[in-house]
């Protein structure tokens, strides 16, 4: 099933902005031979994905467990980044199933900016790129719209929305 789900999601990235490909690989050491991560690996390393006539590349790391022939998705991490460095990440997005840590105070999905604020004030602890801005469960065909539509990454089709569509369609289905 992860594989399937692999060759689902590769479809949708390859008929939108990038002909690279995630792999699966199963996760060791935690017990179970249902974990699966997908994500894209050149060499043996995971690197993010080039994005169609652009500099700027997606990284996708999203951990499965198959559980009744369905996959469920135990963590992500989606990252927009401006080259291949991983230090170069302009968006980020997470989500963990279970908190992380037992002591973890923050939204299980949320997202990471890297910004500045304009007047930073004594209240803010933290860098902005250290804020965990809390977001519902973002689907990957969510961040590819968000990279088409609003940060003009060119898309391979002009069917972009209506595949992104049917993606999700078939996701929720």
Same mark, same amino acid.
């Not at 652009?54 to 990284?59: F, H, I, N, P, V």
């Given at each position: 099933?992860?594989?399937?789900?692999?060759?689902?999601?590769?479809?949708?990235?390859?008929?939108?902005?990038?002909?690279?490909?995630?792999?699966?690989?199963?996760?060791?050491?935690?017990?179970?031979?249902?974990?699966?991560?997908?994500?894209?690996?050149?060499?043996?390393?995971?690197?993010?994905?080039?994005?169609?006539?652009?500099?700027?590349?997606l990284s996708v790391?999203?951990?499965?467990?198959?559980?009744?022939?369905?996959?469920?998705?135990?963590?992500?991490?989606?990252?927009?980044?401006?080259?291949?460095?991983?230090?170069?990440?302009?968006?980020?997005?997470?989500?963990?199933?279970?908190? =992380?840590? =037992?002591?973890? =105070?923050?939204?299980?999905?949320?997202?990471?900016?890297?910004?500045?604020? =304009?007047?930073?004030?004594?209240?803010?602890?933290?860098?902005?790129?250290?804020?965990h801005i809390p977001?519902?469960?973002?689907?990957?065909?969510?961040?590819?719209?968000?990279?088409?539509?609003?940060?003009?990454?060119?898309?391979?089709?002009?069917?972009?929305e209506a595949i992104?569509?049917?993606?999700?369609?078939?996701?929720?289905?």
């Amino acid at each position: 099933m992860a594989q399937s789900l692999a060759r689902h999601l590769n479809r949708v990235l390859n008929l939108t902005v990038s002909d690279a490909r995630l792999t699966v690989s199963p996760v060791t050491g935690d017990g179970h031979d249902d974990t699966f991560e997908l994500e894209r690996v050149v060499e043996g390393e995971d690197v993010p994905l080039e994005l169609y006539r652009s500099t700027a590349r997606l990284s996708v790391q999203q951990v499965v467990v198959v559980k009744d022939r369905r996959c469920k998705t135990k963590s992500y991490e989606y990252r927009f980044q401006a080259d291949e460095s991983r230090n170069s990440w302009l968006m980020r997005w997470d989500y963990s199933r279970e908190r =992380p840590r =037992p002591v973890y =105070p923050y939204a299980l999905a949320h997202m990471h900016i890297r910004a500045t604020l =304009p007047d930073e004030t004594p209240i803010d602890a933290h860098p902005v790129d250290h804020h965990h801005i809390p977001c519902p469960r973002t689907p990957l065909e969510q961040i590819i719209r968000y990279l088409i539509a609003d940060r003009g990454v060119n898309s391979k089709s002009k069917d972009w929305e209506a595949i992104l569509k049917k993606s999700e369609k078939t996701f929720h289905d």
